[in-house]
């Protein structure tokens, strides 16, 4: 079993920057990749970006693309994102996963609001 508790979320102004932290205890050594999906109202759980425990390979969403970057302290166990020229449409529920094998979320945290305002 693995626990995540993140935080970092709130209020921000289109333009702004935010950054989320997620720090994993338990069973760390099974994890391969821990990240970042979103889900806003109305819409499906969408990938925001995921790392790689071991190598840092990064895969992100073609939204957030040189604008949002994420990034590991293995020493701590927790992985940021760090988010800049946030837009409205960035407004959503942010949850942070991590993943056995790479692509399949296996462990959630219970999610942090982020809303941007225009």
């Known amino acids: 079993q693995v626990q995540l508790v993140e935080s970092g979320g709130g209020l921000v102004q289109a333009g702004g920057s935010l950054r989320l932290s997620c720090a994993a205890s338990g069973s760390i050594f099974s994890i391969n990749a821990m990240g970042w999906y979103r889900q806003a109202p109305g819409k499906q759980r969408e990938l925001v970006a995921r790392i790689s425990r071991s190598t840092g390979r990064t895969n992100y969403a073609d939204s957030v693309k040189g604008r949002f970057t994420i990034s590991r302290d293995n020493a701590k166990n927790t992985v940021y994102l760090q988010m800049n020229s946030l837009k409205p449409e960035d407004t959503a529920v942010y949850y942070c996963?991590?993943?056995?094998?790479?692509?399949?979320?296996?462990?959630w945290g219970q999610g942090t609001q982020v809303t941007v305002s225009s």
């Open positions: 996963h991590c993943e056995i094998t790479w692509g399949n979320p296996t462990y």
